[in-house]
């Protein structure tokens, strides 16, 4: 092995057609860091000329034309330093056009200073959760060129790279960022794969009829199932766009309603003029609660009460305070027992009863179940729910976190595509 093969070996660089030369090594100060500076050169026999496209058969068509001296390229670290390359390009003369140009490498990009192997492990170190300021700081370059490294995966969507759409998707919405619509994006689903299938930057109706629409009408007729939050009107824009699936309400947000409009009830008579408006307060995670889970054996001293009590009996104490209340936590109770025990006709008698004595924020939210029942029984028909879409979510915010909010959505989705593996840095 010669020595510029050691130096290509230790520096990873496989193009044939750089070589080392001797004493290619220079240790410099940059800013009182030290940086490895590697001297090679880049030169081989052209196939043919880059300008007229002229076929190269000897000295008569394409001679040397001297060399574009050193050519900042920047490399991945050796032994932490910061590493980089000085490249002298051959330069070609063409004898048919009488023009010149230079040699190419599969090391760099054309007019380019990040060699695809620092590219290669910026993105390895972006599929780790960890900001970009670090991420860049670690690979010697700057916060805007990874940024740019971000546009190019973002670009490069899931879409694109299978392009078909799963049997089962979940959908929701998230809080993205600034630039886009209302601040809110539009996230799909793979529910087979249990993994994110793409990130849209809205979720106006508009717009996700148009990025559904990019979709063949037989692959969207492909479509069996979509869980999705009780939003109505994604619920007329589904039906139009997948005309086979059935569309279920994720099981977590119809407990979601009535759970909310419990806390509401509590919430309002937690006035000062309300002799129990301490106790109101204080335990409201016991209302909330489902009463299956409530201890009534153990008791504990309760300050509030004077004497030891059990969660069981505090609950019933709070309810017998107030009748709107009693009923309202009824009503939470027993949709609770039927979506747990996947009871649809617990469920359809509490809909379809008189529910007079309740709050005006139960009957609402039941008035929403009488509006979207058909829907709604599906959740009881059908395993499938929106967990994996919030789990998604919860990484999402934890992303954004890391980074201290991202500005741009673009370079959130390419991050969240890289952690969650969607993205193959192989082929980048
Ligand atoms: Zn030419």
Known sequence: MTHSDYTKNILN???????????????????????????????????????????????????????????????PKVSNFNTILLLDKQRFFCKHCNKTFSAKTSLVDFHKQISNNTKLSVILDLMNKGSEKDISIRNNISTNSTNR???????????????????????????????????????????????????????????????????????????????????????????????????????????????????????????????????????????LKDKRDLDKDNKSYQKCFKKEMSKYDIVTYLLNTNEELYETYQIYQSILYSIDTKNKNIFLSI?????????????KALKTFKNMKSYILNAFDYEYSNGIVEGTNNLIKQIKHTACGYRKFKHLKARVMLIKGLYNPIKA
């Open 13 to 75: 660089i496989k193009d044939q057609n750089i070589y080392f030369y001797e004493n290619c090594l220079e240790n410099r100060k940059d800013n009182n860091i030290e940086v490895k500076v590697f001297h090679g050169f880049l030169t081989y026999t052209p196939k043919c000329c880059d300008k007229c496209g002229v076929i190269n058969q000897g000295n008569n068509d394409i001679i040397n034309w001297g060399f574009d001296k050193n050519c900042l390229v920047k490399l």
């Open 351 to 363: 809909i379809n009863g008189k529910n007079n004595k309740v709050s005006k924020y139960m009957k």
């Open 149 to 287: 490294i971000l546009d190019d995966i973002s670009n490069d969507t899931i879409v694109k790279n299978n392009g078909i759409l799963p049997e089962i998707i979940g959908i929701d919405e998230f809080n993205a960022t600034k630039d886009t619509i209302s601040k809110m994006a539009f996230i799909i689903v793979d529910q087979d794969n249990k993994n994110i299938f793409d990130i849209n930057n809205s979720r106006k109706s508009l717009d996700i009829e148009k990025y559904f629409k990019n979709y063949s009408k037989k692959q969207r007729d492909n479509v069996k199932f979509i869980t999705m939050d009780l939003y109505k009107p994604y619920y007329s824009l589904m039906h139009s766009l997948f005309r086979n699936a059935i569309l279920i309400p994720d099981r977590f947000h119809i407990v979601l309603q009535v759970r909310n409009a419990l806390d509401k009830t509590r919430i309002k008579l937690c006035i000062k003029s309300n002799p129990y408006y301490n106790k109101l307060k204080k335990y409201w995670k016991l209302i």
